[in-house]
């Protein structure tokens, strides 16, 4: 049972260039979302998606792309790399939307780093 | 919107000693829930416990239990008999039941550091 797996571990880009983060999930999960993870500011969603074909912005959305053309996938897109992007990125999913008794289970995290 | 604020940005503590981390958090709404996740340097993230906020009960999980003051908006983590592998950053989490998703608005984190 692989869970929420993330690809790359560690990504580092020049300036303007673009890349797409991996994100697969072997659970069944309805929900899942994006998160970056910053010094001294915790963990902020980016973007999250409730189904297939369903995506919303988190609060950090600016400069990145989703979308979830399948249940188990949910890759993020950086169109234009900028250093401000530099970051850690954890994948999370949990099985029902609502639920509070579905917890959310993460990834292991895609280090990136903007030059 | 809702905010939580970790003001501890390390700790450390005695192995077997106890260690309380704080956590206050900012709503306007009655019903939530709220976490405490780990992260030990692997970087996985490892939910460690959860409150309804409609439970006046002291959620407890092995040797971490939490202290929820509702009306002080204060959720705060006890951790007994710390032990080696606890040493992590800890993060409060704070997740509103009017949203219609699993969304987590997150603290800064605490670092705790587990002294042999």
């Known amino acids: 049972n692989a869970g929420v797996t993330q690809t790359p571990k560690f990504q580092v880009l020049k300036t303007g260039q673009s890349m797409t983060l991996q994100c697969a999930q072997d659970?069944?999960?309805?929900?899942m979302s994006w998160y970056r993870q910053d010094p001294g500011m915790g963990l902020r969603l980016i973007h999250y998606s409730v189904g297939a074909g369903i995506t919303d912005q988190g609060e950090v959305p600016n400069g990145y792309n989703v979308s979830r053309s399948t249940t188990e996938d949910f890759p993020l897109r950086l169109l234009s790399a900028a250093p401000s992007q530099t970051s850690v990125y954890f994948c999370?999913?949990?099985?029902?939307?609502?639920?509070?008794?579905?917890?959310?289970?993460f990834g292991n995290g895609t280090r990136l780093t903007v030059t | 919107a809702q905010t939580v604020t970790q003001s501890q940005p390390e700790m450390s503590v005695q192995e077997a000693e106890t260690v309380t981390l704080s956590c206050t958090y900012d709503t306007s709404e009655s019903d939530y829930y709220l976490f405490w996740y780990k992260q030990p340097p692997s970087r996985q993230m490892i939910l460690v416990i959860r409150q309804e906020a409609y439970k006046q009960q002291n959620a407890t999980e092995n040797r971490f239990s939490v202290n929820f003051q509702k009306a002080a908006k204060s959720f705060s983590l006890k951790i007994s008999d710390s032990q080696l592998g606890d040493a992590a950053m800890y993060f409060c989490a704070y997740r509103s039941l009017m949203w219609g998703a699993q969304k987590l608005v997150f603290g800064q984190g605490t670092r705790l550091t587990i002294n042999p």
């Open positions: 659970m069944n999960h309805e929900y």
């Open positions: 999370a999913s949990s099985y029902g939307v609502k639920s509070a008794n579905s917890p959310l289970h």
